[in-house]
Structure formats: C-alpha cells, structure tokens
C-alpha cells in the first residue's frame, strides 16, 4: 500500500452517466478506476455519496441509496477486487495488502432530517459523514452560505446519533461557525477529507490557520486536495509546486501528523498537470521526494490516514 485517498465523486458520477463509468474498466470515463487503483497501489479509496443540488428534496434519499447500490454492485461487488472496510478491525486487510474502500457521504440532504435515515446508511457500511455540501440542509450551513450559521437543532442530534454510532465527521464544505461548533463540542473524530490553506490561496474552500491547528490540537486530519481552484488563485496557472506549498504550509505549522491527501478525483473537471486521474499518484509521489524524506512521504501518503482510521473506526 501507497497511498489512502480521502475523497473521491466516483459514485456520483455512475448516478449521472451509468453507461458510461465502468469502475472496471481501463476504458472508462472515470478518473477512478480499478486499473488505476492498482497502478498506483491505492490502498484505501474513501468513496463519497453525493446528491445534487438540483434534486428534488423528496428524491434525496432514492438517489444516495443508488449510489450505495452502485457501490455495493459496481465498485465492491461479490467477488471484487476491494475489500469493503466498515471497523478497525478490517483494516488488518489493508495492513495485509488488500486494497480497501470506504463509503463516506457529502452533506446530509438526502437523510430529510430523519435519524433513522442516518442509522440505515450506517447500517449499510456508512462511516464517514460530510453534514453539507457548499449550501445549508437540515444539519447545518455550508461554506457558501453568506450568513454563515452554524449547526441546526437536528445537525446537534445528528452529530449526537453519530457520536453513539462511532462516525467520522468531515468539515470540509462546513460554514466556519459550523467547524468551530464541531471542534470544539463534538467527541466524534473530525477530518477534513479536502481542503487545501488558505494562507496560500483564498479560496472560502480552505482552511484558516486556526482552523488548521485545531484539527492539530484535536489529532484529525488534513486532506490535502488537487482541486485547482483550492491550489492557486488563478486554477489555469495551479501546478504540482503549488500543491507543495500547501504541504509545507501545514507543516510549518505542526501539522506533519494529520497531514493527508484527498483528491476529490470525479469531482472536478479541471485538473492540475500530471494528477488527472488516479493512475497519476506516483507523479505527486516523486513531486514530493524531491524534498522530503521518503519515511515523512509515507506517513502522509498513508500513514497518517491509517493510524487515525485505526482509532476512530468503530
């Protein structure tokens, strides 16, 4: 194993095209693929339900069941290549090379404010959860919400239920009201699955120094992500060397033990010259070498995610 990638759209994009996003194949539309996965040694690809925006509230919950449906019957399958992990104790399959998923949801929409909603995905191997996309649902406010509120009276519940579940909470598309509500009140695990600095680039998307060393004083994690917009000001001009600077940014501030990589592969569009897909990891891997031990390499490109998995699972 090489790498854990915190977040990718594959099952969104098998809801938008089935036809046409075969995760199979080397032919597929894709950017993450099984032949890629195995190039690269992917060994843990965190797999994110997202519904659109555009959705109609009561189809909400059709449409992530699809994508879990897709998830079970097209990426994991009967006899598929990935082992599904749902507790610490699968990830010794990953320790013993088996490459991994893990299913993970992006903003909270499609659960209609109901918590039994919540504890079916659970049931269904949900382990990681995003409370909004960039808007506000019944949970909370997104980052793009102007008023910037933060958690509702049913996200308090939720995160609650999520805390008796055992659930991983993801603050990347939170309104910063909402980040400082969950760090500083929330017993569950938190990640940012992908967001970059935004000392570095002013994105509303990345994260404020402080919010950084939060997620240090709280032992989460950092995914560091190739959207270009998140990368440099101008996306056209965003480059690997951009990405390392970002990576250097979280470590100036002590933040070597949650540094991580979240893709957000088949989420984006535009993308940074050499990581267009997943059979791309080893381009970021030689990128970082150049200036880092290999041992300090590995732990953000694996090690970091592994150890937190390992104690925040349940």
């Known amino acids: ?22 995760f199979m194949s080397e032919q597929s539309w894709l950017d993450v693929t099984w032949p890629r996965i195995k190039q690269s040694k992917v060994g843990l690809q965190v797999f994110a339900i997202y519904v659109p925006q555009r959705v109609p509230r009561h189809g909400t919950w059709d449409v992530a069941l699809k994508q879990v449906d897709y998830f079970y019957e ?21 320790r013993q090379g088996r490459p991994s998923a893990l299913l993970a949801i992006e903003g909270v929409d499609s659960l209609q404010g109901e918590l039994a909603y919540l504890r079916l995905l659970y049931r269904l191997g949900l382990r990681q959860v995003g409370l909004t996309w960039n808007y506000a649902n019944e949970a909370a406010d997104g980052i793009l919400e102007e008023r910037d509120g933060g958690l509702t009276t049913f996200g308090w519940q939720l995160v609650k239920e999520m805390e008796r579940l055992g659930l991983i ?75 390392l600077g970002h990576v ?10 949650i540094l991580t990589f979240g893709s957000d592969f088949d989420g984006i569009e535009n993308k940074i010259p050499y990581l267009e897909h997943a059979g791309h990891w080893d381009h970021w891997w030689n990128a970082l070498l150049k200036h880092y031990p290999e041992s300090l390499v590995y732990r953000w490109s694996a090690g970091n995610a592994l150890q937190f998995y390992e104690r925040s699972l349940p």
């Open 248 to 257: 250097e940014h979280v470590c100036s501030l002590g933040g070597e033990g």
């Open 169 to 243: 909470l993801d603050v990347s598309h939170l309104s910063v009201r909402g980040f400082w509500e969950v760090v500083q009140q929330v017993r569950t695990p938190v990640i940012a699955s992908h967001s970059n600095c935004r000392a570095l680039c002013s994105h509303v998307r990345n994260l404020a120094d402080d919010q950084i060393r939060a997620l240090i004083q709280r032992q989460g994690l950092m995914g560091i992500t190739f959207v270009p917009q998140f990368v440099h000001t101008d996306p056209k001009q965003a480059s690997i060397d951009d990405l």
């Open 74 to 94: 097209r990426v994991i399958g009967e006899r598929g290549p990935l082992f599904h992990v749902q507790n610490r104790d699968d990830l010794i399959q990953l």
């Open 1 to 22: 194993m090489k790498w854990i990638d915190g977040h990718c759209d594959v099952l969104y994009k098998m809801y938008m095209d089935p036809q046409n996003h075969s």
